[in-house]
């Protein structure tokens, strides 16, 4: 007998009811009991001069009337009776409950449940009680449509009843005594029966940072297993490294400068390196990638750099080649249309190691491309790719070092938990010369003066984006569509000699790097696009970004637009223009225009739109949780990640009798892979 037994074991769990239960999430013993409710109905009887307008009640007086039942159509009625207590007669009202009429005996005592108006003192029911009953709270579950509430409850009583003593503490005593938390068995007991909302609240906190701290034990498991596995040292050449980052055309930024420190150290350690390196856009990334991957080759490895984009794959080799003009650092570009006979010349040269730094696509993991002795793979705008791809890349080498870079900036939260079994590297400083965007809002009945803002930008010899929510006209969204904006802006800026290029998701690959090639090379002044262009090719000359219904992206989309100008040392320019039907629109406008900051605007963003999928891929989304809310959260969340790196840091703790309950739990969430559920 154990929490891991099936609920079937209970009484009245059969096949029929084993599967209401599992579409909530219970198959155990230990997920029901765990299965806690979202809110608590206090049930202590208060005297009516105590009682709040529209507060929640329990009455128990004498039936004074018989009970009378309204019926309106089929399936609405209303039930009416007097409730005696003491001196006081309290009418009560129960809506579309007609059965509870045989429930109701004059002069008998009876307890309601219900919603008090004290202004007109009566009560709007909600349930009879027993009048027998004792619990000063009931739990409320989340149900479906297939267990109703009252099953849930007798079945949680039935299984604390009988598994109560198989419940151990997860969490060391050191921890739970240092963080006043209570015993397992005493946080799960008071979840479900509280006698009081203070109890409850206790018990609530405890649950909270046992199932965060849980799941942090269960990333840095991972974590050390990865790094358990034997990794690469690269013995890099300092001095040369030092000679090759004086002769880049700027001084890095301090923030650079740690970042380099804190990567290169990690790839000098003989354990497997797996870090994150994120910075807003234009903080840099590259140029510490450049240092990093020169590093690697002075150590006489081979480095990889794969992109998520043909187009911004060859702007990486381009960059790159003129990085290290005049250094012995051999670079190819290998993508899909890297023509055969190229792709047959460029293979046998990687494979014997002349080639020793390769930018490419998903084409580096193909088959039949082998590496010589890869030493470090750097993988851009990470998010883009798979576990798969990413894991393929590092099986092409002997286990070599990743560094995965990333300009969504990624706020803590998210940091903690979908990124917790990396290390993280932050570039929070801008390079010296760069202007902040200058951020306005405009109301659509503004459009004209903004278009006119444009031509005068055009005029100074620069480049505007136009981005558009959708491709083509909607019936059912009321927005601007790139078809109709690119008509109207041809329409007005031809006389003015200036062209106009359309770029958008439904064209294909070759089509879209075409038309981002070409506004790249000023051949189109203007490019109206969807937001394929949210991460795209360095276009310099580009100082305005005029986006439609932005009130219809997410705060992150946005920021990642508006970085697309502001890339050079010429003052750019973003434009909003939205019509906002509700608050949370409105605030978002305003954060974009009050700070620069991407980290902000991603906690912004994550706290206006909930714990939802940020990234824009569900694997980079945060965790479900049920109790914790780790944004409401974030200080415990952190603590919990402390503690967690703490004790698996500490040598031999998985052998201390304290931590069996939690190495027992450990094994178990490895082998039924309920990582992350």
């Not at 002069?107 to 709007?124: C, H, T, W």
């Not at 807003?280 to 510490?288: A, H, I, N, P, Q």
């Not at 930018?359 to 002795?373: C, K, P, S």
Request: hydrophobic share 40%; proline share 4%.
């Amino acid at each position: 007998m154990g929490l891991s037994d099936s609920v079937t074991v209970l009484p009245g769990v059969g096949p029929k009811r084993a599967d209401a239960l599992a579409d909530l999430g219970i198959t155990t013993i230990e997920s029901l009991l765990t299965y806690y409710p979202f809110r608590y109905e206090d049930l202590r009887v208060k005297a009516l001069n105590e009682i709040g307008d529209q507060e929640q009640v329990t009455l128990k007086g004498i039936v004074a009337a018989p009970p009378t039942l309204s019926r309106f159509g089929r399936k609405k009625s209303r039930l009416n009776f007097r409730l005696l207590i003491g001196q006081d007669v309290v009418p009560v009202t129960f809506f579309n409950q007609p059965w509870l009429k045989n429930n109701i005996e004059v002069e008998s005592p009876i307890m309601v449940y219900g919603r008090f108006d004290a202004n007109r003192k009566q009560l709007n029911g909600m349930k009879i009680l027993s009048s027998g009953k004792n619990d000063p709270m009931a739990s409320v579950y989340p149900s479906n449509s297939g267990i109703r509430q009252k099953t849930i409850q007798q079945l949680v009583v039935a299984a604390w009843e009988q598994y109560h003593t198989e419940i151990v503490d997860l969490i060391p005593d050191h921890i739970k005594t240092h963080y006043r938390l209570l015993d397992r068995a005493q946080m799960i007991h008071d979840m479900h029966f509280p006698k009081d909302l203070a109890a409850a609240k206790a018990a609530r906190r405890s649950a909270k940072f046992e199932e965060f701290f849980r799941f942090q034990m269960q990333l840095q498991m991972l974590k050390r297993r990865d790094e358990s596995q034997a990794g690469i040292d690269v013995d890099y050449d300092k001095e040369r490294l030092q000679r090759f980052i004086h002769t880049l055309p700027y001084e890095l930024t301090d923030a650079q400068k740690r970042v380099v420190n804190e990567i290169c150290a990690d790839m000098k350690r003989p354990i497997h390196m797996n870090r994150l390196l994120q910075g807003d856009v234009g903080s840099g990334k590259t140029v510490v990638a450049a240092i990093c991957m020169y590093a690697a080759i002075t150590g006489g490895y081979q480095a990889a750099l794969m992109a998520p984009t043909e187009i911004l794959a060859e702007q990486h080799a381009n960059n790159l080649q003129a990085l290290f003009e005049g250094l012995p650092v051999n670079i190819v570009l290998l993508t899909g249309s890297t023509k055969p006979a190229v792709r047959k010349e460029i293979l046998p040269r990687l494979a014997s190691g002349e080639i020793n730094l390769i930018i490419g696509t998903h084409a580096l993991i193909q088959e039949g491309v082998d590496y010589h002795r890869l030493g470090l793979v750097v993988i851009d705008e990470q998010h883009r790719f798979g576990v798969a791809q990413r894991q393929a890349l590092r099986q092409k080498g002997d286990n070599p070092d990743v560094l995965a870079m990333t300009a969504t900036p990624i706020p803590r939260t998210l940091a903690i938990t979908s990124y917790g079994e990396m290390d993280i590297s932050v570039i929070d400083e801008l390079p010296a010369g760069r202007k902040p965007v200058t951020t306005r809002w405009i109301k659509s009945a503004q459009i004209d003066s903004a278009v006119q803002f444009v031509l005068r930008e055009l005029a100074a010899g620069h480049q505007a984006y136009v981005v558009t929510p959708l491709i083509e006209e909607s019936e059912a969204v009321d927005m601007k569509n790139a078809e109709a904006i690119y008509e109207r802006f041809s329409a007005y800026f031809s006389p003015h000699h200036y062209q106009v290029g359309l770029l958008h998701g439904r064209m294909k690959n070759d089509e879209k790097d075409e038309v981002m090639q070409a506004f790249k090379n000023n051949q189109y002044q203007v490019l109206v696009a969807t937001t394929v262009i949210e991460v795209g090719v360095d276009v310099k000359n580009a100082t305005v970004m005029l986006i439609y219904d932005a009130d219809h992206f997410g705060l992150a989309q946005l920021h990642q637009l508006r970085g697309r100008v502001g890339r050079s040392d010429q003052q750019s320019y973003c434009i909003l223009v939205a019509d906002p039907k509700n608050k949370n629109g409105v605030d978002r406008m305003r954060v974009m225009t009050e700070t620069n900051d991407g980290f902000v605007v991603s906690q912004k963003d994550l706290e206006l739109r909930g714990s939802g999928d940020v990234l824009g891929k569900k694997q980079s989304g945060l965790p479900d949780f049920k109790v914790g809310d780790p944004i409401a959260d974030l200080t415990m969340l952190s603590v919990a990640q402390d503690e967690a790196k703490k004790l698996t840091s500490t040598p031999g703790w998985q052998s201390m009798p304290e931590n069996q309950a939690l190495v027992s739990y450990l094994k178990q969430a490895e082998e039924h892979a309920y990582m992350f559920d």
